[in-house]
């Protein structure tokens, strides 16, 4: 039977064709013969029981400019009849919204997979879900306070300050041991966010590379060494970082080894983890994780293809 998925995405239109881990799920799917549809997070409508949207069935997607993609009609799905699973893709933000969709989409779990599972990914986002992990990572805060953000620079020196439901590396900002800038920088986050900010001791090694890690149903796929660009220190791909090949130091491979048991539990599939310095975890990506194509590029590995593959395994 071919399978049939449904892709929860932003718009195809403005996608980076070259780099976006959900247009390279959709090749691997189109490529295997799998039934396809995208659709907005903004059309789900719930009745009666009843989980539907308006979708476009992908007829076709390739990697060329101004033509990546070909939908055809739009069309009426049930969620939970019309199709074997569902991606959820679409980027953050982490809001009421994103927040919404999961808890509709939680209503079909008797029905169709849910990939990654929209309660694990409601109780564990990103730089919340680390603090399951402390052992593994650096000094690190979440608060609003202006006093504790200064009692925690004055112990720890330099310091890493961001938003808690982020992505990216957007508004990542690093304060000097003299700690200049502290309080406007903390000043601002409390004006412009509703919720606590992150605060971590920065790291040096992050010149090393700040490392994606991707683990399919908790096993390891790949990795790629991100590092940052000229006159950053964010590492991110979409600030300027740049990507190598790379493989798991030991502590890496520990890592994983104690977060794998843990992902497949929580019916998160396709995750990625960050990890500074070979040694120090900073992010559990479970929203919408990227990094698979340039890992492929680098390994001549096919991570989408393990991705849908587990994702078969789960529908049995």
């Known amino acids: 039977m071919t399978l049939r998925a449904a892709v929860q995405m932003d718009p195809m239109d403005n996608i980076n064709i070259g780099g976006d881990s959900s247009f390279a799920l959709i090749l691997k799917a189109l490529e295997r013969g799998y039934e396809l549809y995208h659709y907005d997070v903004r059309g789900l409508t719930w009745e009666a029981g009843r989980l539907t949207t308006k979708a476009h069935r992908i007829l076709e997607a390739q990697r060329e400019a101004g033509a990546h993609y070909k939908f055809g009609d739009d069309v009426l799905i049930d969620l939970g009849r019309d199709v074997d699973v569902v991606l959820m893709r679409q980027d953050p933000p982490f809001d009421l919204g994103y927040l919404t969709g999961t808890?509709?989409?939680?209503?079909?779990?008797?029905?169709?997979?849910?990939?990654?599972?929209?309660?694990?990914v409601r109780n564990a986002p990103e730089k919340v879900f680390v603090l399951d992990f402390p052992e593994f990572m650096p000094p690190t805060m979440v608060t609003r306070s202006l006093d504790a953000v200064k009692d925690f620079q004055a112990r720890h020196?330099?310091?890493?300050?961001?938003?808690?439901?982020?992505?990216g590396g957007k508004a990542v900002f690093r304060i000097d041991a003299d700690g200049a800038n502290l309080g406007a920088l903390v000043e601002l986050f409390g004006q412009v966010w509703p919720e606590p900010f992150m605060v971590q001791q920065f790291l040096p090694s992050v010149s090393k590379g700040d490392k994606r890690i991707v683990l399919v149903d908790g096993e390891v796929a790949g990795a790629i060494n991100r590092k940052p660009g000229e006159?950053?220190?964010?590492?991110?791909?979409?600030?300027?970082?740049?990507?190598?090949?790379?493989?798991?130091?030991?502590?890496?491979?520990?890592?994983?080894?104690?977060?794998?048991?843990?992902?497949?539990?929580?019916?998160?599939?396709?995750?990625?983890?960050?990890?500074?310095?070979?040694e120090w975890l900073t992010e559990i990506n479970v929203t919408s994780p990227t990094g698979i194509v340039a890992i492929d590029r680098f390994n001549n590995s096919d991570t989408a293809g393990m991705i849908w593959d587990a994702i078969n395994r789960r529908i049995g």
């Not at 509709?104 to 599972?117: Q, Y």
């Not at 020196?157 to 992505?167: E, F, R, S, W, Y």
């Open 157 to 167: 020196g330099a310091v890493v300050i961001k938003p808690l439901h982020g992505n």
């Open 231 to 278: 006159g950053e220190f964010r590492s991110n791909l979409a600030v300027g970082g740049f990507a190598e090949a790379t493989e798991l130091t030991p502590r890496e491979q520990e890592i994983c080894d104690v977060l794998g048991p843990a992902l497949r539990t929580r019916g998160l599939v396709f995750v990625g983890i960050d990890v500074i310095g070979g």
């Open 103 to 120: 808890w509709l989409l939680e209503r079909i779990a008797n029905e169709t997979l849910v990939v990654n599972d929209p309660v694990s």
